[in-house]
């Protein structure tokens, strides 16, 4: 699903939805293939990761634009996590 955001934001041109969706899919492909294991922390981030895509698409839905959300710090510690 998250996928499937990313490559729609793009084509949408909703840049911050798109990199968050970017990040977090990397972080659970990093899961997936068994570079990292789960812990609270990444769980956190990912549920943070959840809370801003719901967050955006509001705005989207509402106003048509992504809203006045920063996505740096969320990508940032979906990247590092």
């Given at each position: 699903?998250?996928?499937?955001?990313?490559?729609?934001?793009?084509?949408?041109?909703?840049?911050?939805?798109?990199?968050?969706?970017?990040?977090?899919?990397?972080?659970?492909?990093?899961?997936?293939?068994?570079?990292?294991?789960?812990?609270?922390?990444?769980?956190?981030?990912?549920?943070?990761?959840?809370?801003?895509?719901?967050?955006?698409?509001?705005?989207i839905?509402?106003?048509?634009?992504?809203?006045?959300?920063?996505?740096?710090?969320?990508?940032?510690?979906?990247?590092?996590?």
């Amino acid at each position: 699903t998250i996928h499937t955001l990313k490559g729609t934001a793009s084509f949408l041109g909703f840049t911050k939805l798109e990199s968050i969706a970017h990040a977090g899919e990397n972080l659970l492909a990093r899961l997936r293939n068994g570079e990292m294991t789960l812990t609270p922390g990444i769980v956190s981030a990912l549920l943070t990761m959840v809370d801003a895509v719901r967050e955006i698409l509001a705005a989207i839905e509402a106003h048509g634009d992504e809203g006045a959300m920063d996505p740096s710090a969320l990508v940032s510690r979906l990247n590092t996590t």
